[in-house]
């Protein structure tokens, strides 16, 4: 939601390298753009459009400064429109701000500024902050810092801010609810960002803003603070060990296609965890009274496949609840509850609530998370990373895989099978090597040709392929915009059926299991109909029309089926001519509730 990134320091290309880095976080949000850089004549150059920042060219911000901001929009208050694009500005025009989240109260602040002389121009609730900033810098002797932290203190919601000071040369970041990152460059220099990638390219040394804290940068001197007592904060520095090329496009058409292929690695990188944190992990599950997995979209989705790994690999019941329909469940938490919340970015804004819900009962906490250092990993008692490297296609691929792969390792451990299952899951990701080579896409190429004109399409599945067909749902619905419905394969006969049409494409997800008579029994009614069947499965079944074959992984067969499915709707939406990365009115790392 929102992409953020200023620059402070000695450099004198700040507004290009904010846009170059804003780039890179453009699926945070893509419907509008702005910059806003101080110039050596102490004025403020802004440019905003609607677009995507991807068309902006960086050297038309060739001006020499060393302190500017950039952002790229997901709406929330305010049409898209150039206005209302970020940044947005005091009266005097001498301080420009950035914002990511929702200010909730910006209504009664914009009325009493109003009341006060200050002139709005845009819709949006993001204008409240500077003109609130300027009018607590009228007070004698107020610095950014402390206007800021006093206009903090008055508004309610979820928050990431940037401040630029073009008068004292100032930057001021704060936040609550959303995140933010800081960047520690050479010589005092600093990059203030909503995501990593935004300035990996020149430091991977950083510090993380928490919640109800802000940071203040102004001559090469950095100075951490509590927003509500002003008490200062000390940081830890910590490396990050994600690299450049990770974060880069490389050789491939788009982010996605190179996050799927990325598959023949980094379920082994999921893998790859201390026996000693599975095990005191499973050992916390099978002590705990009453587990509950939560998450949101595609990360629910793996929660849902976690309740089958559970019950079939370790016999333990284990529930999932969406994380956005949590708290409403928080009668049933104790102490001795553990919640399970799985998330990609970390940022989640539905996931924390449902934490800081848990953590009121006094439950305990283990993520199982991609980024590290995030807000969710920061918050939990324990956390598993699972090493998939920088996704940065609002698809979820890689991500949803790897976090299948350490549930399912956990399983295993839960069962006291933590070798067994490690050995499942290399011999898996080998598999997955295989499989993914340019004949198999060219494939499934073949059978998305065949599909895409049309507008409906229905998945199956039954035991943990349930759960895979509805998260095939969700990949083929958010990047070809194709209507996708993932169900239980026995379900259909109690009222889907009603939907299917001659020709309807019907996607089969099937294992080399008990389940294979029930599916082709599934499946026959569905022919009976008229549905066009594309069976992906280890075996070929006369009931199928076309056939996309997976290897025969056992229990970590949904995490193999699901791939030729993100493949088929990656190529679904390109044959569409749709944009698989930036799908619209979507945006990865949802920040706001
Ligand atoms: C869909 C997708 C989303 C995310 C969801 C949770 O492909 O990516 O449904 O899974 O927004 O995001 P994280 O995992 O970052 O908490």
Same mark, same amino acid.
């Given at each position: 939601?929102?992409?953020?990134?200023?620059?402070?320091?000695?450099?004198?290309?700040?507004?290009?390298?904010?846009?170059?880095?804003?780039?890179?976080?453009?699926?945070?949000?893509?419907?509008?753009?702005?910059? =806003?850089?101080?110039?050596?004549?102490?004025?403020?150059? $802004?440019?905003?459009?609607?677009?995507?920042?991807?068309?902006?060219?960086?050297?038309?911000?060739?001006?020499?400064?060393?302190?500017?901001?950039?952002? @790229?929009?997901?709406?929330?208050?305010?049409?898209?429109?150039?206005?209302?694009?970020? /940044?947005?500005?005091?009266?005097?025009?001498?301080? +420009?701000?950035?914002?990511?989240?929702?200010?909730?109260?910006?209504?009664?602040?914009? !009325?009493?500024?109003?009341?006060?002389?200050?002139?709005?121009?845009?819709?949006?609730?993001?204008?409240?902050?500077?003109?609130?900033?300027?009018?607590?810098?009228?007070?004698?002797?107020?610095?950014?810092?402390?206007?800021?932290?006093?206009?903090?203190?008055?508004?309610?919601?979820?928050?990431?801010?940037?401040?630029? !000071?073009?008068?004292?040369?100032?930057?001021?970041?704060?936040?609550?609810?959303? /995140?933010?990152?800081?960047?520690?460059?050479?010589?005092?220099?600093?990059?203030? &960002?909503?995501?990593?990638?935004?300035?990996?390219?020149?430091?991977?040394?950083?510090?993380?803003?928490?919640?109800?804290?802000?940071?203040?940068?102004?001559?090469?001197?950095?100075?951490?603070?509590?927003?509500?007592?002003?008490?200062?904060?000390?940081?830890?520095?910590?490396?990050?060990?994600?690299?450049?090329?990770? =974060?880069?496009?490389?050789?491939?058409?788009?982010?996605?296609?190179?996050?799927?292929?990325?598959?023949?690695?980094?379920?082994?990188?999921?893998?790859?965890?201390?026996?000693?944190?599975?095990?005191?992990?499973?050992?916390?599950?099978?002590?705990?009274?009453?587990?509950?997995?939560?998450? $949101?979209?595609? +990360?629910?989705?793996? $929660?849902?496949?976690?309740?089958?790994?559970?019950?079939?690999?370790?016999?333990?019941?284990?529930?999932?609840?969406?994380? @956005?329909?949590?708290?409403?469940?928080?009668?049933?938490?104790?102490?001795?509850?553990?919640?399970?919340?799985?998330?990609?970015?970390?940022?989640?804004?539905?996931? #924390?609530?449902?934490?800081? %819900?848990?953590?009121?009962?006094?439950?305990?906490?283990?993520?199982?998370?991609?980024?590290?250092?995030?807000?969710?990993?920061?918050?939990?008692?324990?956390?598993?990373?699972?090493?998939?490297?920088?996704?940065?296609?609002?698809?979820?691929?890689?991500?949803?895989?790897?976090?299948?792969?350490?549930?399912?390792?956990? &399983?295993? &451990? *839960?069962?006291?099978?933590?070798?067994?299952?490690?050995?499942? #899951?290399?011999?898996?990701?080998?598999?997955?090597?295989?499989?993914?080579?340019?004949?198999?896409?060219?494939?499934?190429?073949?059978?998305?040709?065949?599909? +895409?004109?049309?507008?409906?399409?229905?998945?199956?599945?039954?035991?943990?392929?349930?759960?895979?067909?509805?998260?095939?749902?969700?990949?083929?619905?958010?990047?070809?915009?194709?209507?996708?419905?993932?169900? &239980?394969?026995?379900?259909?006969?109690?009222? /889907?059926?009603?939907?299917?049409?001659?020709?309807? /494409? $019907?996607? =089969?997800?099937?294992?080399?299991?008990?389940?294979?008579? !029930?599916?082709?029994?599934?499946?026959?009614?569905?022919?009976?109909?008229?549905?066009?069947?594309?069976?992906?499965?280890?075996?070929?079944?006369?009931?199928?029309?076309?056939?996309?074959?997976?290897?025969?992984?056992?229990?970590?067969?949904?995490?193999?089926?699901?791939?030729? %499915?993100?493949?088929?709707?990656?190529?679904?939406?390109?044959?569409?001519?749709?944009?698989?990365?930036?799908?619209?009115?979507?945006?990865?790392?949802?920040? *706001?509730?």
């Amino acid at each position: 939601m929102c992409g953020i990134f200023g620059y402070i320091g000695k450099r004198k290309n700040a507004g290009a390298l904010v846009i170059k880095g804003l780039k890179n976080l453009e699926y945070r949000g893509y419907d509008s753009w702005g910059v =806003a850089m101080r110039l050596s004549d102490g004025s403020i150059k $802004c440019e905003k459009d609607v677009g995507k920042i991807g068309a902006v060219n960086p050297d038309q911000f060739k001006e020499e400064s060393s302190l500017a901001i950039a952002h @790229s929009r997901w709406a929330t208050h305010g049409g898209v429109t150039k206005i209302n694009a970020h /940044p947005h500005f005091s009266c005097d025009q001498t301080i +420009a701000v950035i914002h990511n989240g929702i200010i909730e109260n910006y209504g009664e602040i914009r !009325d009493e500024l109003k009341a006060k002389g200050h002139t709005f121009r845009s819709e949006t609730d993001t204008e409240v902050i500077p003109h609130l900033i300027e009018e607590e810098l009228k007070k004698k002797g107020t610095t950014l810092e402390e206007a800021t932290r006093r206009a903090c203190i008055r508004f309610t919601g979820r928050y990431a801010i940037l401040v630029l !000071d073009a008068r004292s040369q100032t930057l001021v970041a704060a936040r609550t609810g959303s /995140p933010l990152i800081i960047g520690v460059g050479e010589g005092g220099e600093y990059f203030i &960002a909503s995501d990593i990638p935004a300035f990996l390219e020149y430091t991977r040394t950083v510090q993380y803003l928490d919640d109800g804290e802000m940071v203040a940068v102004h001559d090469g001197k950095i100075r951490f603070s509590d927003i509500a007592s002003s008490a200062e904060r000390t940081k830890r520095l910590v490396t990050i060990d994600w690299t450049v090329s990770e =974060a880069e496009k490389g050789e491939y058409e788009h982010y996605m296609l190179k996050e799927i292929m990325d598959q023949k690695d980094s379920i082994r990188r999921a893998v790859h965890q201390d026996d000693e944190e599975i095990l005191a992990v499973a050992k916390s599950i099978e002590n705990c009274i009453g587990c509950i997995l939560t998450a $949101c979209g595609t +990360a629910g989705k793996v $929660c849902m496949a976690a309740d089958y790994f559970f019950s079939v690999v370790a016999k333990r019941h284990v529930n999932f609840t969406p994380a @956005s329909e949590f708290p409403i469940f928080h009668h049933f938490l104790r102490p001795e509850s553990l919640i399970i919340v799985v998330s990609q970015s970390g940022e989640t804004a539905d996931v #924390l609530e449902a934490m800081k %819900v848990a953590k009121a009962a006094g439950s305990k906490v283990l993520a199982i998370v991609n980024t590290q250092g995030s807000s969710i990993a920061r918050a939990a008692d324990y956390t598993l990373l699972i090493n998939a490297g920088p996704e940065k296609a609002v698809a979820s691929t890689k991500a949803a895989t790897g976090q299948m792969a350490v549930l399912l390792l956990v &399983a295993h &451990a *839960v069962a006291g099978k933590l070798h067994e299952g490690r050995t499942l #899951l290399l011999e898996t990701s080998g598999q997955i090597n295989d499989m993914l080579n340019p004949r198999y896409i060219d494939h499934i190429r073949d059978v998305a040709k065949k599909i +895409a004109s049309h507008d409906n399409m229905y998945i199956i599945g039954k035991g943990w392929n349930y759960p895979m067909a509805m998260e095939s749902a969700i990949k083929i619905q958010e990047v070809s915009y194709i209507h996708a419905e993932g169900f &239980a394969a026995g379900e259909l006969k109690h009222g /889907p059926i009603a939907l299917i049409e001659k020709g309807t /494409p $019907c996607i =089969a997800l099937m294992g080399n299991d008990e389940f294979t008579a !029930d599916m082709v029994s599934n499946i026959m009614e569905l022919r009976a109909r008229g549905a066009q069947i594309i069976g992906i499965g280890p075996k070929k079944f006369d009931v199928f029309d076309h056939w996309i074959k997976v290897p025969d992984s056992g229990a970590a067969q949904a995490i193999v089926n699901i791939i030729p %499915v993100q493949i088929l709707a990656y190529l679904l939406a390109v044959i569409r001519g749709r944009d698989p990365d930036m799908p619209r009115n979507l945006a990865k790392s949802v920040t *706001v509730k």
